[in-house]
């Protein structure tokens, strides 16, 4: 598995809608790999593959496990999501107002309002339809992430964006 460079805002893929995914061969199964080991590495809570310059809709997921996560998103903690071609099902009428970073954005914050919950549907890495209920911070995470396959990046749709202060660090970033 490799590590892969995160792109930042300036190069234009960030910005393209991403191609739909229509082959799980061995190229994708590594992409899958190493995207994970890069979350990991980063580290990061989510990561779409246009943030490694691969203009497709994947996006992996990964809530902390600690005990913390564990407490509130009880068996969603810790748990790797993998989608490809993930489309919201549902999202519910409520918004709620959160802090986010970007793994392209490094050294900012901003204040999102995002959908408290969500349904989403989308093909698992062998190509296998999956739906995933999120809700709360699961939920933002894949709003985030879906809205990179859409070229949007969270500073377009912020209230308020600012560079990083002391306080920040526990924010995870996606
Ligand atoms: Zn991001």
Redesign the pocket.
């Known amino acids: 598995m490799t590590v892969l460079p995160i792109i930042q805002p300036d190069n234009p893929i960030l910005r393209k809608k991403a191609h739909r995914v229509t082959s799980f061969d061995a190229k994708f199964q590594k992409l899958v790999d190493d995207m994970v080991e890069t979350l990991i590495e980063a580290p990061g809570v989510g990561l779409a593959a246009p ?1 490694v310059a691969v203009s497709q809709r994947l996006i992996v997921v990964r809530l902390p496990d600690d005990e913390e996560s564990r407490k509130e998103y009880g068996d969603q903690a810790g748990v790797l999501y993998v989608v490809a071609n993930p489309e919201f099902v549902k999202l519910s009428r409520g918004v709620v107002e959160g802090v986010e970073a ?3 954005i490094p050294g900012y914050y901003g204040k999102v309002d995002r959908h408290e919950n969500a349904i989403i549907k989308g093909l698992d890495r062998q190509g296998n339809p999956i739906r995933i209920k999120a809700n709360g911070w699961l939920a933002r995470v894949f709003q ?1 992430e879906i809205d ?1 396959l859409e070229g949007r990046l ?1 500073i377009d749709i912020a209230k308020d964006v600012w560079k990083a202060r002391p306080e920040d660090e526990e924010t995870p970033v ?1």
């Open positions: 943030q970007c793994l392209s985030h990179h969270y996606e």
